[in-house]
């Protein structure tokens, strides 16, 4: 017997072997209602006759469209035979033992059979028994008092659902803009009940049914701070299985991640993912901010791999093919670092540093190896901090000159740029600036000879020439650094904009040496310029502005260039193709494929080299033009392995400049009257103001979060439709 239970446990329980040995009579109702839900087994079938009918030998087999057909139809495997299913539950001595106990194996007259079957009584006496089920008996339904409860109660639930998806409404307006939802003191006599509080009224002061609803609700009133956060975690729980179901969908997956420290003082990292949803668009979703108690590579991968683990499900490890990061040492490391600990797991998660970084990387070694350009910028720094220190002073800087000074930052180069602009545009007006403050007698002598100290260096011919250099420089690094912040690049992309940015860094190099006489470094003097101090010699001027240009260039085209499954790009770079019709690239398709294995080499030779040989293909700018071009004209079955790789190069993520904006969120959302927030509570606000498009984008959104908060707990009011 014990051996006999072991077997039924093993088998699904709407099985005919498991009803057969653990009869239906014998379980338990929450047993019975399992087996009713998962319906009859369908299981293949091998059943094959055959049959020899006036000198003619016929085959015949079962088709599972019967199963189809006869929605009562069951089946065993193991005895390839057929069963119904209500007369298997309910089976009485009346019962034909041919669709209870043996099976029906005879396929010549199946057809009669089932005919036959259907019209016995006891058949139709066990079909009306699976369907009352679980239910009122059809007596209790058909009472007028039952009839007349059940109506009342849905329209409670109406009303009590109307209600409760306006207060949704409220939470999802604050998250959305990022508002602090409690207030001091939440009672209705406070003159500070918070902003959803006063939303909350707001909204009853024009509807009458919430205003009755707020006045008169002894049971649920909706507002209390425990149904505020059960809201919220719904909201946050429907919009990660949004995520989770769009990315079930995608074909491949990338990750970008970054920790900082919020105003708590404690360590946050931020988890976004990236893939192709099902309209073909790039996504790149905010999931989490995860809590760790450290910095530290095993904490940050632990964390990691805890949550892809939840996101993809066992045997889809190949799926993740990126991972991206900023670069620091604890997440780059190649032997103990997170991006190896991840990939350990993860084969595929090739790692990515971050572009945008990179680029500010470039620039800080162009900048810090140099001591007089290192200088330039630390004086350039000066002239905000000059100002910022007195109102004094900025009133006299907004008299003369209307403009103020932007702070310089060794990481930002955009910052850098707006200063070295609004010096270079405003010098001669920063000039009499300084100068009315070093003769006004209104102002402090150490005051003074700062202001002397900064018209001396307005007059400086090396500091002159050296913002004249990075007025030139830093347009083109703004432009490039803007455009490594978009969503929808990819390496294809990234390959055309830094080959852009290296001409242009090169043709300012060969114009250094008109610098000096060009009109628009001399700007428009109104007097007789003073006499220039000459610190530097103009060979050494211009030789250190070939330096810098030369560092740029070279430093660029090093971090800029593709390696390793990088290399993949090249084989969609629209302006190769040509290149490549002559001689194919079997380098970068052999070093593409050992990256991603899943690829067929020899049929992604063929497509690509169909590709290159077509002239319209030529004028590809971007992976994501080739692979929208491609699914537009339904190409994408006759191009499977170039549609594969385009969607593994455009999923695989170039920046983290979104896991960038998430700590913006988490600064604005987790605010110092707000550093004792919970995790969860942070991370719904979160994930409402991050994803706002994607909560206004789910048709029953509201509907959703409803039913998960009805399921939560027993509640006192009435959400669940009878």
Known sequence: ????????????????KSILMYPFARRTTEEKLLVKELGPDKPEINISQQTKEKDKLYKRSFCRSWF????????????????????????????????????????????????????????MENCVKLAVLGKISIATQLDDGHRIAVRRHNEEVDKNRNILSKIINCVKFCGA???????????????????????????????????????????????????????????????????????????????????????????QLVLVLRYIDGRNNIQERFYEFIKLPNSCADSIAGALLERLHSILPEGQEKKLIAQAYDGAAVMRGATGGVQRKVQDIYANAHYI??????????????????PQISHFFTDMGGFASFFSKSSKRTAVLDEMVAHRLPSASSTRWNFNSRAVNTVYEHKNDLVKCF??????????????????????????????????????????????????????????????ITQTFMNRMQAIREAVPNLAEDEEYRGPVQEPPAKKQRTLGEDTQHHLALEVCDTIMS??????????????????????????????????????????????????????????????????????????????????????????????????????????????????????????MSQDRLNALAMLSVETKMTKDIPDFNTRVIEKFASQKERRAKFLYK
């Open 555 to 676: 430093h660029a085209k090093e971090r800029f260039s593709f390696t390793k499954h990088l290399i993949s790009a090249t084989l969609l770079q629209g302006d190769l193709f040509q290149q490549h019709s002559r001689k194919f690239p079997d380098s970068a398709l052999e070093t593409t494929v050992e990256a991603y294995p899943s690829l067929d080499k020899a049929r992604l030779k063929t497509e690509l080299s169909l590709i290159y040989e077509n002239e319209e293909f030529r004028s590809c700018k971007g992976a994501l033009a080739l692979y929208q071009v491609l699914m537009e004209n339904n190409l994408g079955e006759t191009f499977t392995e170039t549609v594969s790789l385009l969607n593994i190069i455009i999923t695989t993520p170039m920046t983290t400049s979104e896991s960038e904006m998430c700590f913006s969120t988490l600064k604005r959302v987790k605010t110092f009257l707000r550093n004792t």
């Open 435 to 496: 100068q009315t403050i070093r003769n006004s007698e209104a102002f402090d002598g150490p005051t003074k000879r700062e202001a002397g100290g900064y018209v001396r260096m307005l007059e400086d011919e090396a500091f002159c020439f050296f913002l004249a250099l990075f007025h030139k420089i830093m347009p083109q690094v703004d432009m490039l650094y803007n455009q490594l912040q978009k969503r929808n690049i990819d390496a294809v992309y990234i390959a055309g």
């Open 68 to 123: 189809n057909r006869k929605t009562w139809l069951t089946g065993c495997g193991e005895a390839n035979a057929l069963f119904c299913f209500p007369c298997i539950l309910f089976k009485s001595d009346k019962c034909d033992s041919t669709w209870t106990k043996t099976g029906l194996t005879d396929l010549k007259h199946l057809s009669e059979r089932i005919k036959k079957h259907e019209r016995s009584k006891v058949h």
């Open 353 to 370: 540093h971050c572009y945008a970084h990179q680029l500010n990387l470039v620039m800080q070694q162009a900048t810090s190896h140099i």
């Open 1 to 16: 017997m014990m051996a006999m239970t072991s077997v039924h446990e093993q088998l699904p329980p709407n099985s005919v």
């Open 177 to 267: 803009f990022e508002l602090a939802m409690r207030g001091h003191d939440e009672t209705d006599s406070s003159d500070n009940a918070g902003i959803f509080r006063g939303l909350v009224d707001l909204m009853a002061s024009i509807d009458w049914d919430l205003r009755e609803h707020l006045e008169n609700a002894t049971v649920f009133k909706g507002t209390s701070k425990t149904v505020q956060n059960e809201l919220l975690d719904c909201m946050l729980a429907v919009l990660r299985e949004q995520i989770v179901d769009e990315v079930k969908t995608a074909k491949f997956l990338a990750i970008q991640a970054d920790e900082t420290t919020d105003i708590s003082t404690h360590c």
